[in-house]
């Protein structure tokens, strides 16, 4: 079975790797480029905690292939905060309201909330808790996730007024 | 890295990919949003010499009116369908199933096509396909057929495509005249595959007397099914005679093989089954009457 070469942007670097073609996104994130902050849980797209941004869409980083991001760009949990440091608004939005617990989900849940809000910048709270429905988090509970979306939110409304 | 070892191949044209499909016959299959087919290599459920990825192939993507229906390119996202303006006025009832096809992270990877050529009998878009009578356009190197959505769902993942063959779009009719649509599902948590879910569609004339009226059912069978029947017993009826919970008892009628399983029996199916579509024809009906 022939290897297949890859090239993708990942946080703004890019990478050029030959891979299985079976490595998975999230294999090749983790293994290749040392990017840990991806999280497998379930593998088969259920959990959730792998989910990255390819090309601005929050997906399961399990239920993609490397070969299928060539030429794209891919933005993890790394390439989510600012690089001075500091946590992004989502980010601080978990740790002021209690949003991670043990923190295995939390990758998958910042990136995906990142998208949600740069798309829907002023979402109701049905809104949230659909999108929160795709990952799963088992032990910090909801609410306090809930309460991160909603302040995050709030945080942007209040820095586009003039 | 859990699937099997596969040789990958990404054709940029619909000619190359069946070329392709045509040489490896049964060995090989083809790779569209991966939503579904990943995880069942994942799990080894499934194991092919070669997988052929569509998702660089132009050509399988677009919305656009062709005549009476709008022609959806197969390998179109189901994020794109949910977000299209022109699906939303051609198809109301697309629009409303989509948002109950997995989560928004599945449908920003998960294809029009891919779920219809997957066949879930609990999928949305394959029972919206049946509900609407939609048409299927195949290719393979050997030309092109059309496969009409009542001839395409065969039984349980399967349809009546042979190996060599790719679903290149799928066309869905247009209903113009006085009409609604509504979805209703039960499942345990949002985006799980439903228990049982209906879809529902009502054409009035201009004195409430029903012209036509689709009832599709979704993981009521081995493929997904649909309520002729009831639709038959309903049409030239006055919408105001009828009572959704007896359209819902009506739809139940006939049905042979539903699943019995631990997430529930066949009988507590029938039963979730009659009450989605008892909601989605009271919620249709309502619609179509104030609107």
């Not at chain 1, 795709?134 to 909801?142: A, E, P, V």
């Not at chain 2, 040489?23 to 052929?52: N, T, Y």
Request: net charge negative; aromatic share 6%.
């Amino acid at each position: 079975m022939a290897d297949v070469s890859v090239d993708v942007t990942v946080n703004g670097r890019r990478r050029r790797e030959t891979v299985e073609p079976r490595l998975t996104l999230a294999d090749f994130l983790r293994d290749r480029c040392r990017l840990t902050g991806t999280h497998l849980g379930c593998e088969h797209g259920v959990c959730g905690a792998c989910t990255v941004l390819v090309d601005g869409a929050a997906v399961r980083s399990c239920l993609m292939f490397a070969v299928q991001a060539d030429g794209a760009e891919v933005t993890t949990v790394e390439g989510i905060a600012p690089s001075d440091g500091g946590l992004s608004e989502v980010q601080a939005a978990f740790r002021d309201c209690h949003g991670l617990q043990c923190g295995f989900c939390t990758p998958g849940f910042v990136t995906s909330v990142t998208a949600f809000l740069r798309d829907h910048p002023r979402p109701t709270d049905a809104q949230i808790r659909e999108v929160l429905s795709g990952t799963l988090c088992r032990c910090t509970g909801y609410q306090g996730i809930f309460r991160a979306v909603r302040q995050a939110a709030d945080a942007g409304q209040r820095e586009e007024r003039p | 890295m859990k699937p099997a070892p596969f040789e990958y191949h990404a054709p940029t044209t619909v000619t190359d990919a069946t070329n392709l499909l045509a040489e490896a016959g049964d060995s090989a299959k083809v790779l569209a949003g991966g939503q579904s087919l990943v995880p069942m290599l994942a799990l080894r459920l499934a194991v092919f010499e070669h997988l052929v990825d569509i998702g660089r192939i132009d050509e399988l993507q677009g919305i656009e009116r062709r005549d009476d229906a709008l022609w959806i390119g197969a390998g179109t996202t189901q994020a794109r369908v949910e977000a299209s303006d022109e699906v939303a006025l051609a198809v109301p009832l697309l629009t409303k199933a989509t948002p109950f096809v997995g989560h928004f992270q599945i449908r920003n990877r998960g294809t029009l096509g891919g779920s219809i050529a997957h066949a879930d009998p609990a999928a949305e878009y394959p029972g919206v396909a049946l509900a609407l009578d939609a048409s299927m356009h195949v290719r393979s190197s050997k030309g092109r057929r059309t496969i009409a959505a009542r001839d395409f769902f065969d039984s349980l993942w399967t349809t009546t495509m042979e190996p060599d063959e790719l679903l290149d779009g799928v066309s869905f009719p247009i209903w113009n005249g006085r009409r609604s649509f509504a979805v209703e599902e039960f499942a345990r948590r949002h985006g799980d595959f439903a228990i049982a879910g209906a879809t529902v569609g009502i054409e009035l004339d201009d004195g409430d007397r029903i012209r036509r009226c689709a009832i599709g059912l979704i993981g009521l069978g081995a493929t997904p099914e649909r309520a002729e029947a009831a639709e038959a017993e309903l049409v030239d009826r006055m919408i105001t005679e009828i009572e959704p919970d007896d359209v819902g008892h009506l739809a139940m009628a006939g049905l042979e093989s539903v699943p019995d399983d631990l997430h529930g029996s066949a009988e507590f199916r029938k039963r979730v089954g009659r009450a989605m579509v008892a909601r989605a024809w009271a919620t249709a009906g309502a619609e179509v009457r104030n609107g």
